[in-house]
Structures are given as C-alpha cells and as structure tokens.
C-alpha cells in the first residue's frame, strides 16, 4: 500500500519559514510528478507546487511564488517545500501527492497519491 507521510508544519510567526517533508513508499518515486496543495477552512484546495520526477521542472501558484522552492531527494523517496516569508494567509493544512506522469499537474484529480495533511499556521 503507497503511502505520502508529510512532516514539518508547526505554528510559526508571519515573516518566518517552515519546511515541509512528504516521504512517499513508492517503488519507482522517480517516475512521479509531485504536488503541494493546501486548503484553509472554508475555502477550497487549491495547488501550491509541483515538481517533474527527475525536479527539473517545478511550477508554482503566483501567490506563493518566490517564497517557496520545491526540491526533492530520489534518494530518500522525499519532498521538500521550503517556505519563506509566511503570511498569515498561507496558513492552511498542506497536502503533498504524487502522480505517476513527467510533468506536474496544477490539478488535484490528476494525483494518483495523497498524503494525510500537516498543519501549518502562520501568526500575524
């Protein structure tokens, strides 16, 4: 059975940074697209960042961009979102997933994988 356990949310204040870990138990991790997504209470999910198997292609939603790097480690069958400059509208519960294609999707139906959620809380 696959499964993306994520880590590393926390509470922590606007201005600071956190980053978030999702270690999946694929067999072929490096034949999976990987997704960050998160939803906030009463809004929807919505996409964070993604990551192309091999990381060298990574896109990003406009309001995260250029605060967050998505980067990977095959060797360790492991994600990172590093996020930087928090505000309090990033807090939210954040989901890593995984979808077995070369190019990462901005849609969440499209992920075959999920992982449970992490909690991250950004104080203002």
């Known amino acids: 059975q696959v499964q993306l356990v994520e880590s590393g949310g926390g509470l922590v204040q606007a201005g600071g940074s956190l980053r978030l870990s999702c270690t999946a138990s694929?067999?072929?991790?490096?034949?999976?697209?990987m997704g960050w997504f998160r939803q906030a209470p009463g809004k929807e999910r919505e996409f964070v960042a993604g990551?192309?198997?091999?990381?060298?292609?990574?896109n990003y939603a406009d309001s995260v961009k250029g605060r967050f790097t998505f980067s990977r480690d095959n060797a360790k069958n492991t994600g990172y979102l590093q996020m930087n400059s928090l505000k309090s509208e990033d807090t939210a519960v954040y989901y890593c997933?995984?979808?077995?294609?070369?190019?990462?999707?901005?849609?969440?139906?499209?992920?075959?994988?999920w992982g449970q959620g992490t909690q991250v809380t950004v104080s203002s």
């Open positions: 990551v192309s198997p091999n990381g060298g292609v990574t």
């Open positions: 997933a995984a979808d077995q294609s070369w190019t990462p999707s901005r849609v969440g139906r499209m992920y075959d994988y």
């Open positions: 694929l067999r072929t991790f490096n034949s999976y697209s």
